[in-house]
């Protein structure tokens, strides 16, 4: 079973930036098209962006761009850049495959304030 640790969340205000990592374990991170999924609060979890095993990133409307998703095989991780961020940004970002195949890590909490 793979784990997954996501990090580096904070508290940024509106128009800041910050850049999210994901590191999993085990062999099978590489084959997999891979995900960021957040859940603000009182909301359901979305995904908002993903990436293909080749490098390709998909976003959803709402962070198109101003997220960008990447990945580094060799160092089984996903990261997420994230511009301009927006206080409807706020919530905690999760990773996971785009099937969400796996358990879920514990997410690392972003919060924008206006």
């Known amino acids: 079973q793979v784990r997954l640790m996501e990090s580096g969340g904070g508290s940024v205000q509106a128009g800041g930036s910050l850049r999210l990592s994901c590191l999993g374990s085990?062999?099978?991170?590489?084959?997999?098209?891979m995900a960021w999924y957040r859940q603000g609060p009182g909301k359901r979890r979305e995904r908002v962006a993903s990436?293909?095993?080749?490098?390709?990133?998909n976003y959803a409307d709402s962070v198109k761009g101003r997220f960008t998703i990447s990945r580094d095989n060799a160092k089984n991780a996903v990261y997420l850049q994230m511009s301009s961020l927006k206080p409807e940004d706020t919530g905690v970002y999760y990773c996971?495959?785009?099937?969400?195949?796996?358990?879920w890590g514990q997410g690392t909490q972003v919060t924008v304030s206006s």
């Open positions: 996971n495959t785009v099937l969400s195949a796996w358990s």
């Open positions: 085990g062999s099978q991170f590489g084959g997999n098209a």
């Open positions: 990436i293909t095993k080749a490098g390709n990133g």
